[in-house]
């Protein structure tokens, strides 16, 4: 899918392995061999002949599938062979891998923190995992010269690794991610009941409460097995949230309120603006820019000119005709620094962000 393909490009481009094999079912191997993803792939039913030599494999399916195939792959994988996931729940793979453990075979738990819109393999991109929090919970009887290794592996396709305990990802995740998706569900079931015998809710329905239910629009089948295997945290922090509404009802109408506004106004200003994922911060500068053909090309060629590395780029306002900002970010402050200086003295209205 999305994230094995991308997995295999980002691997080809960093020139990070010597073959890339991919086991799937026989059409979406001929389009990840046609996209460049794999160099060749095997059906299922083969999938002992397609890990092996192999020196590590991802499990990039669906979390149910990902269960199953654990049981497949851990048996006959070899000596040395590192085993991962990207599975967006992490405690329950991980305690499967460790019931089914081998020596020499060691299991460390994946979750990038990348997606896009589109899914399938021919949505791949080489690039999904630039600046990308790449959560990564190793088995206890990984040794650290093999994590090590893998953490270098994963800076080296462009994301950020960050190593914790399965059960701590699956509790972050239940209350920045689970959590999230559950209260744009039931609120959009909610106003969509409202709807249904006025008609003019869905009608007013503008930017905050679109920018709020966004999620609202996943599909089910993506959310049914992490419902399945982070089901007692997400609805421990589904209770929590209960209390926290309930707290705040009661303080409607009152000044005591205001408090609960200002803290919430403090801890998502904290919240870092340009972190894919976890939390990963860049540093920002902001450019005013006028609308011509060639600009950013203009100011992408002056900070590569002077080795300054653009890390992301966003379009934030634009006036057709006449211009607008952008908003670059760097990986420290340093660079962002002397992306001011360099794109001031071309004549740009620049400033950190």
């Known amino acids: 899918g999305l994230i094995g393909g991308s997995l295999g490009l980002a691997c080809k481009r960093v020139k990070a392995c010597r073959e890339v094999v991919g086991v799937s079912r026989p059409q979406t191997v001929e389009e990840a061999v046609r996209i460049g993803a794999v160099d060749r792939g095997v059906d299922y039913a083969d999938l002992p002949d397609g890990i092996a030599g192999a020196d590590a494999v991802f499990l990039c399916t669906p979390i149910s599938r990902i269960l199953s195939l654990i049981e497949e792959v851990i048996p006959c994988a070899g000596a040395g062979t590192v085993v991962s996931d990207v599975g ?5 793979v991980v305690a499967k891998a460790g019931v089914l453990g081998r020596a020499g075979v060691h299991f460390i738990g994946g979750h990038p923190m990348a997606g896009s819109e589109k899914s399938g393999v021919t949505a791949a991109d080489p690039f999904l995992f630039q600046n990308a929090i790449y959560v990564l919970t190793p088995a206890p009887d990984v040794s650290e010269p093999v994590q090590e290794r893998f953490i270098a592996f994963v800076r080296r396709i462009g994301a950020q690794p960050v190593v914790m305990p399965p059960e701590v990802h699956d ?11 559950m209260i ?12 249904e015998g006025d008609g003019r809710f869905l009608r007013l329905a503008a930017g905050g409460f679109r920018d709020l239910t966004r999620i609202a629009s996943s599909p089910y089948d993506v959310w049914r097995d ?4 982070n089901g007692p945290v997400i609805r421990e ?6 209390q926290r509404l309930i707290s705040l009802r009661e303080r409607v109408g009152d000044d005591a309120l205001g408090e609960d506004f200002g803290h919430a106004n403090r801890v998502r200003g904290g919240i870092p603006k340009d972190s894919k994922g976890f939390l990963h911060a860049l540093h920002e500068i902001l450019v005013v820019a006028e609308d011509r053909p060639g600009v950013i090309a203009d ?3 002056a900070l590569a000119g002077e080795r300054i590395n653009l890390n992301d780029i966003e379009v934030l306002k634009v006036r057709e005709g006449e211009g607008g900002t952008l908003r670059l970010g760097f990986d420290t402050r340093q660079a962002a620094e002397r992306a001011v200086e360099i794109l001031s003295k071309k004549g740009y ?3 950190l962000r």
């Open 184 to 195: 744009a569900t039931a609120l959009v079931s909610m106003v969509g009941q409202m709807d």
């Open 237 to 242: 922090m589904i209770d929590r949230y209960v």
């Open 171 to 181: 509790r972050v995740a239940a209350a920045i991610s689970h959590l999230p998706q």
């Open 88 to 92: 967006s729940t992490k405690a329950e």
């Open 226 to 229: 992490i419902c399945a295997t």
């Open 299 to 301: 100011i992408a060629g």
């Open 349 to 351: 209205l620049v400033r």
